[in-house]
């Protein structure tokens, strides 16, 4: 079965530092794809990016980055000159497109990253 | 530009109370589904649905019924409200149900008392 860790339950950074938030993913399929969803203290899900299984080109988006490494599984994202508004819980997600559920069930989620930029 | 609504954003039940939580999609997406998110625990999923007239069931379907009968709508219905249902819940949309981007409403915080 899939499955999502994502190991800090809590990161604080001061403004304008870098920051990494790790996911590490298990999966039996070889074709998956990886997302990163942000969730603001307003309480929506707010989607990031979505990454397939046979793309491991890195991707940059203004401050923000991932790194996709199949060889260690993991998806890591990166937040550079960090801003208080990036102050959320950042979620880690995976979904399968396997034989058995062909992704019909849906997303399997990390327990999240609690992100506090302070001023 | 309404994407997913959900409506009640805010609901508080009594144990053994029925209700349902309305989610509409305008985006013609033939997956929906329904996650409840609780302190620590990330996002489990509850339903899902992969077109009008067929549902199945997530993780943690216990207590919870569903629905599809057109492609925009797919309600959640608590049957008998527990305590245990106190959470907040999130219905998603996709085009299908692999690969593609999965968009979520703005969520419902149910408590039951």
């Known amino acids: 079965a899939q499955k999502v860790t994502q190991a800090q339950t809590e990161i604080s950074v001061v403004e304008k530092e870098d920051v990494t938030l790790d996911c590490v993913y298990e999966?039996?399929?070889?074709?998956?794809?990886l997302f990163w969803y942000k969730q603001p203290p307003s309480g929506e899900l707010v989607f990031l990016i979505r990454?397939?299984?046979?793309?491991?080109q890195n991707e940059i988006s203004g401050r923000y980055s991932w790194n996709f490494q199949k060889s260690t599984s993991s998806f890591n994202f990166t937040i550079t000159a960090s801003q208080v508004v990036d102050s959320a819980v950042y979620f880690c997600?995976?979904?399968?497109?396997?034989?058995?559920?062909?992704?019909?069930?849906?997303?399997?989620f990390g327990k999240g990253t609690h992100l506090i930029i302070q001023p | 530009n309404a994407g997913v609504t959900q409506t009640p954003k805010f609901q508080v039940l009594k144990t053994g109370q029925s209700m349902t939580l309305q989610c509409a999609q305008d985006?013609?997406?033939?997956?929906m589904s329904w996650y409840r998110q609780d302190p620590g625990m990330g996002l489990r999923l509850i339903h899902y649905?992969?077109?009008?007239?067929?549902?199945d069931q997530g993780e943690v379907p216990n207590g919870y019924n569903v629905s599809r009968s057109t492609t925009e709508d797919f309600p959640l219905r608590l049957l008998s409200a527990a305590p245990s249902q106190t959470s907040v819940y999130f219905c998603?949309?996709?085009?299908?149900?692999?690969?593609?981007?999965?968009?979520f409403g703005e969520g419902s915080w149910l408590t039951v008392v």
């Open positions: 998603a949309s996709s085009y299908t149900f692999s690969g593609n981007t999965i968009y």
């Open positions: 999966t039996r399929d070889t074709t998956y794809y």
């Open positions: 990454r397939n299984s046979f793309d491991e």
């Open positions: 997600a995976l979904s399968e497109a396997g034989s058995t559920g062909g992704g019909a069930d849906g997303l399997t």
């Open positions: 985006m013609n997406h033939e997956y």
């Open positions: 649905s992969v077109g009008a007239g067929i549902t």
